[in-house]
Nanobody, 121 residues
């Protein structure tokens, strides 16, 4: 059973930085795409940034130039470096990973438990 374990959330002042980490375990295979989503109170979960196993990354417009996603394929770990944080970045951040189902052109999605990021003004 695949598990995603997140760490690194917390409380920071506006303009500060945080680094989130997420490690995947429970599978001999490596995830195809890994990434981060966030969900603010009363809002839908939205993509923050994703990165493929080949290193292609994609960012939400609201975080471009401030957040950087990276991954260590050997460790099956994805990171999110968040700089110049704003109060509107406050949300629960969820790690995401998908694994290809052997023999099929299909993937199974997994989610972490979420980590709170709070940015005070």
């Amino acid at each position: 059973q695949v598990q995603l374990v997140e760490s690194g959330g917390g409380l920071v002042q506006a303009g500060g930085s945080l680094r989130l980490s997420c490690a995947a375990s429970g599978s001999a295979d490596s995830p195809d795409t890994m990434g981060w989503y966030y969900q603010a109170p009363g809002k839908q979960r939205e993509s923050v940034a994703t990165v493929t196993s080949g290193g292609w990354s994609n960012y939400a417009d609201s975080v471009k130039g401030r957040f950087t996603i990276s991954r260590d394929n050997a460790r099956k770990t994805v990171y999110l470096q968040m700089n110049s944080l704003k109060p509107e970045d406050t949300a629960v951040y969820y790690c995401y990973a998908n694994f290809r189902i052997p023999g099929l052109t299909a993937w199974r999605n997994y989610w972490g438990q979420g980590t709170q990021v709070t940015v005070s003004s």
